[in-house]
T-cell receptor, first 111, second 114 residues
Framework: NAGVTQTPKFRVLKTGQSMTLLCAQD?????MYWYRQDPGMGLRLIHYSVGEGTTAKGEVPDGYNVSRLKKQNFLLGLESAAPSQTSVYFCATSGDRTGYTFGSGTRLTVV | AQSVAQPEDQVNVAEGNPLTVKCTYSVSGNPYLFWYVQYPNRGLQFLLKYITGDNLVKGSYGFEAEFNKSQTSFHLKKPSALVSDSALYFC????????????WGLGTSLAVNP
């Protein structure tokens, strides 16, 4: 079992460019989440999904969009990247009473 | 409002000594409590959880945590620290009524010195 797989692992963008981060899970979990992690700020929830075809905003959604067209995939999009979006991005999934399972992260640098 | 506090940004301990990483929480109803570990340049890994039952929970890598309802705490412990335990530790809580929504602490950096 791969669990939760994130692609790409690293990316450098220029300001204004767009990109999509992919999260794929084989755990059959309904809930999926996108977080960003910045030094001293812990984990901050960007968007989440409670099932196929649904998405909802977290605490820092501005500048990001998401889609959940298939249960196993959760995509995070940056339409016009800004240096403030330089961060490490984590995808996670959860089952009932199981806690979260995380991907290995995407390190994004916006220059 | 639900919240989690990890009062120490950093904990330093000598190898072989016992370690404690503190966590206190505030949640409505019965809590679900979790500890995760993050090694450098890696994702978060599940260590242990408390849902119900015995207040002392044992987890991966020799770690354990004790749920204390009266003190609303869930401190992470290990009897004998290893250098390889050096990492960032996160505590998280959810209410039993909404256990998919974890509230995260800011993390505690553990440094185990040889």
């Amino acid at each position: 079992n791969a669990g939760v797989t994130q692609t790409p692992k690293f990316r450098v963008l220029k300001t204004g460019q767009s990109m999509t981060l992919l999260c794929a899970q084989d755990m059959n979990h309904e809930y999926m989440y996108w977080y960003r992690q910045d030094p001293g700020m812990g984990l901050r929830l960007i968007h989440y999904s409670v099932g196929e075809g649904t998405t909802a905003k977290g605490e820092v959604p501005d500048g990001y969009n998401v889609s959940r067209l298939k249960k196993q995939n959760f995509l995070l999009g940056l339409e016009s990247a800004a240096p403030s979006q330089t961060s490490v991005y984590f995808c996670a999934t959860s089952g009932d009473r199981t806690g979260y399972t995380f991907g290995s992260g995407t390190r994004l640098t916006v220059v | 409002a639900q919240s989690v506090a990890q009062p120490e940004d950093q904990v330093n301990v000598a190898e072989g000594n016992p370690l404690t990483v503190k966590c206190t929480y505030s949640v409505s109803g019965n809590p679900y409590l979790f500890w995760y570990v993050q090694y450098p340049n890696r994702g978060l890994q599940f260590l242990l959880k408390y849902i119900t039952g015995d207040n002392l929970v044992k987890g991966s890598y020799g770690f354990e945590a004790e749920f204390n309802k009266s003190q609303t705490s869930f401190h992470l412990k290990k009897p004998s620290a290893l250098v390889s335990d050096s990492a960032l530790y996160f505590c998280a809580v959810a209410s039993a009524g909404n256990n998919r929504k974890l509230i995260w602490g800011l993390g505690t950096s553990l440094a185990v010195n040889p």
